[in-house]
């Protein structure tokens, strides 16, 4: 068992029947879990800042070309390259990530190892420049969401999850629920806001693979197509509201943006799909 599982496995085989503890230790996906970097920690990417482009590229914007996009992030993925996770990321190069002010719209470029590029100024006011962030990483478990598409494949149902393992009881005099002490857990290993690469996202209505597999058209849960579709998908990176950087996009919202596997693959970041979820 590899090391970012071994304290999940303990506390999932502790609380749930030895079957159902199984199946949900099976489903862990490493993540890249991202946070402020200190003195001396690997910088593997950061918020806001202005964004390093290539000579030749003009800054993203709307399709009409008259109000730019905001620059949000950078990840360096030869940096990532030294951290387990559960996505095919670039060996090399950088990822940049630009979104308009309300998060409605995106785009991410991926600029290839050894592409010159220099720090452009934001073309209008109406690009908001963050305060820059500098982010260090860590690989930890990250695990479904209890209306993730991914609990059908091992537990039939989402029903029968609920049933198995969020609803399974843990102390009869109490009413205390397997659900309630994997928040603690959860909260208990956290310090700073979520951001993240890879792994399951933290869906604060649903999961960007159900959000993405739905926009592409196959139905919703219970339709084998919608199923199919889902898994194709995965998390690119997940930007939590983050005071530090001036990131608050109003009521609690996170950005998540998803990929399919194989635009992953053949590095076409073209067709991402941008979630914003708020409390």
Request: net charge negative.
């Given at each position: 068992m590899?090391?970012?599982?071994?304290?999940?496995?303990?506390?999932?085989?502790?609380?749930?029947?030895?079957e159902?503890?199984?199946?949900?230790?099976?489903?862990?996906?490493?993540?890249?879990?991202?946070?402020?970097?200190?003195?001396?920690?690997?910088v593997?990417?950061r918020?806001?800042?202005?964004?390093?482009?290539?000579?030749d590229?003009?800054?993203?914007?709307?399709?009409?070309?008259?109000?730019?996009?905001?620059?949000?992030?950078?990840?360096?993925?030869?940096?990532?390259?030294?951290?387990?996770?559960?996505?095919?990321?670039?060996?090399?190069?950088?990822?940049?990530?630009?979104?308009t002010?309300?998060?409605r719209?995106s785009?991410?470029?991926?600029?290839p190892?050894?592409?010159?590029?220099?720090?452009?100024?934001?073309?209008?006011?109406?690009a908001?420049?963050?305060?820059?962030?500098?982010?260090?990483?860590?690989?930890?478990?990250?695990?479904?969401?209890?209306?993730?598409?991914?609990?059908?494949?091992?537990?039939?149902?989402?029903?029968?999850?609920?049933?198995?393992?969020?609803?399974?009881?843990?102390d009869?005099?109490?009413?205390?629920?397997?659900?309630?002490?994997l928040?603690l857990?959860?909260?208990?290993?956290?310090?700073?806001?979520?951001?993240q690469?890879?792994?399951?996202?933290?869906?604060?209505?649903?999961?960007?693979?159900?959000?993405?597999a739905?926009?592409?058209?196959?139905?919703w849960y219970?339709?084998?197509?919608?199923q199919?579709?889902?898994?194709?998908?995965?998390?690119?990176?997940?930007?939590?509201?983050?005071?530090?950087a001036?990131?608050?996009w109003?009521?609690?919202?996170?950005?998540?943006?998803?990929?399919?596997k194989?635009?992953?693959?053949?590095?076409?970041f073209?067709?991402?799909?941008?979630?914003?979820q708020?409390?």
């Amino acid at each position: 068992m590899k090391d970012w599982m071994i304290d999940f496995a303990e506390f999932a085989r502790e609380e749930l029947p030895a079957e159902s503890a199984e199946r949900l230790i099976g489903l862990l996906r490493p993540a890249i879990r991202l946070s402020a970097a200190e003195d001396g920690e690997i910088v593997v990417g950061r918020l806001g800042g202005l964004p390093k482009l290539p000579d030749d590229m003009a800054w993203p914007s709307l399709a009409d070309g008259c109000r730019p996009m905001s620059f949000l992030a950078e990840l360096d993925c030869g940096e990532l390259a030294r951290y387990e996770v559960d996505i095919a990321l670039p060996g090399t190069g950088t990822l940049l990530f630009f979104a308009t002010t309300d998060a409605r719209q995106s785009q991410v470029i991926y600029v290839p190892h050894g592409i010159a590029v220099a720090e452009r100024p934001a073309p209008d006011d109406h690009a908001t420049v963050y305060a820059e962030l500098p982010l260090a990483a860590v690989t930890e478990p990250s695990w479904p969401e209890r209306d993730h598409p991914a609990l059908v494949d091992v537990f039939g149902s989402l029903e029968e999850a609920e049933e198995r393992v969020w609803h399974h009881v843990l102390d009869e005099d109490t009413g205390e629920t397997f659900d309630q002490q994997l928040t603690l857990f959860e909260d208990g290993g956290r310090d700073g806001p979520p951001h993240q690469v890879g792994g399951y996202s933290d869906g604060l209505q649903s999961p960007i693979e159900a959000v993405a597999a739905h926009a592409a058209g196959t139905g919703w849960y219970g339709d084998p197509a919608f199923q199919e579709e889902a898994r194709q998908w995965v998390t690119l990176l997940q930007v939590a509201e983050d005071t530090r950087a001036g990131m608050i996009w109003g009521d609690g919202a996170w950005l998540i943006w998803g990929i399919r596997k194989d635009h992953l693959a053949a590095r076409d970041f073209s067709k991402v799909h941008l979630s914003v979820q708020g409390h």
